[in-house]
């Protein structure tokens, strides 16, 4: 049974940090395609980063220079350290996670449908 779970949000001032953890368990590859995704009050989830088997990462444009995602293959853990949060980035912070491995993404992110386990989330919020 695959399992992914999130922790690490919290609420933070604006300009404070946070490193968000996100652990998979139950795939059949040892080191899957996974992503953060974030949905704020009211609106879509969006992505807000991706990784590929071998660490290749992309980032939307928002939290780029700010936010740094990473993995330890060891573990099966997904990282985002986020640094100069702002209150725009309050959200649901959600960790997915596709059964296969990919080296590199071409043209950005996948989108949501890319994949098929998700987390429960965890909630960021950020204060002005």
């Known amino acids: 049974q695959v399992q992914v779970m999130e922790s690490g949000g919290e609420p933070v001032q604006a300009g404070g940090s946070l490193r968000l953890v996100c652990t998979a368990s139950g795939l059949r590859v040892d080191s899957p395609a996974m992503a953060w995704f974030r949905q704020a009050p009211g609106k879509e989830r969006e992505g807000v980063s991706c990784?590929?088997?071998?660490?290749?990462?992309d980032y939307e444009d928002s939290v780029k220079g700010r936010f740094t995602s990473s993995r330890d293959n060891t573990k099966n853990t997904l990282y985002l350290q986020m640094n100069s949060l702002k209150p725009e980035d309050t959200g649901m912070y959600f960790c997915?996670?596709?059964?296969?491995?990919?080296?590199?993404?071409?043209?950005?992110?996948?989108?949501?449908?890319?994949?098929?386990?998700w987390g429960q989330g965890t909630q960021v919020t950020v204060s002005a």
């Open positions: 990784i590929s088997s071998s660490g290749d990462t």
């Open positions: 997915a996670a596709r059964d296969g491995s990919v080296d590199y993404f071409i043209g950005g992110c996948p989108t949501r449908t890319y994949y098929a386990y």
